[in-house]
C-alpha cells in the first residue's frame, strides 16, 4: 500500500511540474512575428543549437521589433529568432 502511495504521489508531481512548464510559455504577438518576417537582415553562422530557453551568445547583434520593446530578433543560420533582449534568451524560433 506505502508503495502504491510513493508512485502516486510522484506521478502527481510530475504531472505538476509539466503542468508548470507549459504554463511558462511566451506568446508572441503575431505583428511582432509578422514584422520579423518581413526584415531583410544578414544571417549569422552559429555552431552550436539554437534552443528555445537558451541565450543567444552577446557576440551576436540583436535587432530591436519596431512597437515591441519585450522582443528582438536574430536571424541565425538562416532561421529567424524571436529573443528576450533582457535576457537575450530565444523565445521563439520561426520556421
Do not use: C, K, W
Amino acid at each position: 500500500m506505502r508503495n502504491l502511495f510513493i508512485a502516486m504521489t510522484v506521478g502527481a508531481m510530475s504531472l505538476s511540474a509539466s503542468a508548470y512548464a507549459q504554463s511558462t510559455t511566451v506568446v508572441v504577438p503575431g505583428e511582432a512575428r509578422t514584422y520579423v518576417l518581413e526584415q531583410q537582415v544578414p544571417s549569422v553562422v552559429y555552431e552550436g543549437d539554437v534552443v528555445v530557453g537558451e541565450p543567444i551568445p552577446d557576440i551576436v547583434e540583436l535587432h530591436t521589433i519596431q512597437g515591441h520593446g519585450d522582443y528582438a530578433y536574430v536571424v541565425v543560420n538562416n532561421r529567424r529568432v524571436i529573443v528576450n533582449p533582457q535576457t537575450r534568451a530565444v523565445i521563439q524560433v520561426l520556421e
